[in-house]
């Protein structure tokens, strides 16, 4: 079973995700903000971690210098969830290490749960293996 982290300020949103990742099979931890984030990391230990950006004590982008700075935590992806949507701040999280970046209002809760599927290499959870060709 994947572990995932959520750090998210916004109440509603930490336990959408985090129940949404539970109903799919995923073991969750969730932060309150990137500090908390920071040490439930190093301690949980995730698979894969889901970061908003605009949090308080250390927000989004000072905890991907942190994970990227710090080689105990810095092969583990991160996925930037936030609201904010211009290129320059995309552009920046990329730069910092993050895996992917995906906007909260235009993205479901299973496409979160599809996203670290995807970049955990993991088959999507209603996938069915193909009809094997008969033999000839």
């Given at each position: 079973?994947s572990?995932?982290?959520i ?7 930490r ?6 990742f539970e109903?799919?099979?995923f073991e969750?931890?969730a932060a309150e903000?990137?500090?908390?984030g920071l ?5 949980y ?11 308080p004590?250390i927000d ?12 105990t935590?810095?092969?583990t ?17 990329l730069?910092q290490?993050?895996?992917?970046i995906?906007?909260?209002s ?6 979160v ?18 009809a094997?060709?008969?033999?000839e």
């Open positions: 079973m572990k995932v982290l750090i998210e300020d916004d109440p509603p949103y336990k959408i995700y985090t129940r949404k109903v799919s099979g969750v931890q903000n990137g500090k908390v040490d439930t990391m190093r301690v230990k995730p698979d894969i971690v889901f970061v908003d950006l605009m949090m004590q989004g982008f000072q905890f991907l210098a942190e994970v990227k700075a710090d080689d935590l810095n092969s992806p991160v996925v930037v969830l936030t609201n904010l949507s211009t290129s320059d701040d995309a552009q920046k999280v730069e290490g993050a895996v992917a995906l906007v909260k235009d993205t479901e809760p299973n496409q749960v599809e996203k670290a599927r995807e970049v955990l290499g993991e088959k999507p959870a209603d996938s069915t293996p193909a094997e060709a008969p033999e």
